[in-house]
C-alpha cells in the first residue's frame, strides 16, 4: 500500500513569494497534519485536517494556511515567504492508530 | 505546563552495550505515547505505541505513571540503531488531536 506522499521534494523560492505543498495520505487515512522541521526549533506543529475540516492549529502566523479536499489530500500554503521559513515539511496521515510521514518538502528561501 | 522532556541531546553508546533513552512527561489525563525513530537520509517512522506493550527491532519502552516516565530501552546496541529518536504525546482534546514532539535524543553507537 502507497505511502504517504509530498510533493514537490525540494522547491526554492525568493522572499516574498507564496508556495503551495501537497500531500497525499494513504489510502482511507482522514486525518492529515503538518509539521515543520527546523535544526534550531526541531519538529513543531502546523496544523490538523480531519474530512475536509481543520481541526486543529499550531502556532505559526497567518501566513501559513492549508486545505483539505474531498479525497483527503491536503496542501499547505505560505504566502510572503520569510528566508526563517526554510525548512522541511512534513506531512503525517492517521487513521487512528499511529501517524505515517512523508518524506517531506525541503523548502529553501532565498 | 504540559511538556515532554528528553534530557539527553545526544548520546553514544558503545556496540552490544545496553541503551536507554529516557523520557519524562507532565500532562494532565493520560495521553498516548509513543517513541519515533528517524535514521539519517530516511523519513520519520513510529517505532513504538505505549498501548501496544510491544518490541520493536529490540527495543521496548515501559510507561510508568508513578514516575511519569517513558524511557526506550534496549539489550544490546547495534550499529544500525544510530538515529535521531523522539518520543511524543498525542495530545487528545475533544476529538482534536496532536503529535507534539520534543527536541529529541541523537542515539549514536560507537562500533
Known amino acids: 500500500k502507497a505511502g504517504v506522499t509530498q510533493t514537490p521534494r525540494y522547491l526554492i523560492k525568493t522572499r516574498g513569494q507564496q508556495v503551495t505543498l501537497s500531500c497525499s495520505p494513504i489510502?482511507?487515512?482522514?486525518?492529515v497534519s503538518w509539521y515543520q522541521q527546523t535544526p534550531g526549533q526541531g519538529l513543531q506543529f502546523l496544523f490538523e485536517y480531519f474530512s475536509e475540516t481543520q481541526r486543529n492549529k499550531g502556532n505559526f502566523p497567518g501566513r501559513f494556511s492549508g486545505r483539505q479536499f474531498s479525497n483527503s489530500r491536503s496542501e499547505m500554503n505560505v504566502s510572503t515567504l520569510e528566508l526563517g521559513d526554510s525548512a522541511l515539511y512534513l506531512c503525517a496521515s492517521s487513521l487512528g492508530l499511529g501517524y505515517t510521514f512523508g518524506s517531506g518538502t525541503r523548502l529553501t528561501v532565498v | 505546563a504540559q511538556r515532554v522532556t528528553q534530557p539527553e541531546k545526544l548520546l553514544s553508546v558503545f556496540k552490544g552495550a545496553p541503551v536507554e533513552l529516557k523520557c519524562n512527561y507532565s500532562y494532565s489525563g493520560s495521553p498516548e505515547l509513543f517513541w519515533y525513530v528517524q535514521y539519517s537520509r530516511q523519513r520519520l517512522q513510529l517505532l513504538l505505541r505505549h498501548i501496544s506493550r510491544e518490541s520493536i527491532k529490540g527495543f521496548t519502552a515501559d510507561l510508568n505513571k508513578g514516575e511519569t516516565s517513558f524511557h526506550l530501552k534496549k539489550p544490546f546496541a547495534q550499529e544500525e540503531d544510530s538515529a535521531m529518536y523522539y518520543c511524543v504525546p498525542l495530545i487528545s482534546n475533544f476529538g482534536n488531536e496532536k503529535l507534539t514532539f520534543g527536541t529529541g535524543t541523537r542515539l549514536t553507537i560507537i562500533p
Open positions: 489510502s482511507g487515512h482522514r486525518s
